[in-house]
């Protein structure tokens, strides 16, 4: 039975803490791929990086996709961890890992999984600039880029 871990959370997390379940008591796993989106400072400019959800939603639209995943590939186990409020430049984001029997279908599931998250979770992100904004309506809003929709594109049909 795969095993799925699914969060949004304020809290910074321990990749190798949270992978772990995913491999414990398993010697049929070949495949352990994990990512880890990481806040830059964009060459000091950003001070912060603020991410809101609609709580319940983000999860739902979430597990949608790591559902579709295992239609797709034969793994045996995906984490995913996404952050929100406020995130210092050097912390961790998001993390995706992927476990299967082989690396080839753990490598395009959890690169799947983050396409998805890049272009279409239910997630708003918030730039705060060089001093860090203490009013929570300050900072600019980022848009989709158009080489994440490029990237997510490929996954269709």
């Not at 806040?39 to 939603?57: K, Q, T, V």
């Not at 890992?97 to 997630?123: I, N, S």
């Amino acid at each position: 039975m795969p095993l799925t871990i699914l969060r949004v959370q304020k809290e910074p997390f321990d990749s190798a803490v949270e992978t772990a379940p995913l491999l414990a008591g398993r010697s049929d796993i070949g495949a352990l791929v994990s990512f880890t989106g990481l806040c830059r400072d964009e060459g000091g400019a950003l001070s912060a990086l603020e991410i809101e959800h609609y709580p319940g939603m983000a999860e739902e639209e979430i597990g949608r996709v790591v559902d579709e995943a295992y239609t797709r590939w034969p793994l045996e186990g995906v984490l995913v961890i996404h952050r929100c409020g406020i995130i210092a430049p050097g912390e961790p984001i998001v993390l995706v890992a992927t476990a299967c029997r082989h690396r080839t279908e753990a490598f395009a599931a959890a690169e799947f999984l983050m396409d998805y998250l890049k272009t279409r979770a239910p997630f708003w992100k918030k730039q705060h600039g060089e001093v860090k904004q203490k009013d929570a309506t300050s900072g600019d809003w980022v848009a989709a880029k158009v080489q994440d929709d490029a990237a997510a594109e490929k996954w269709r049909g």
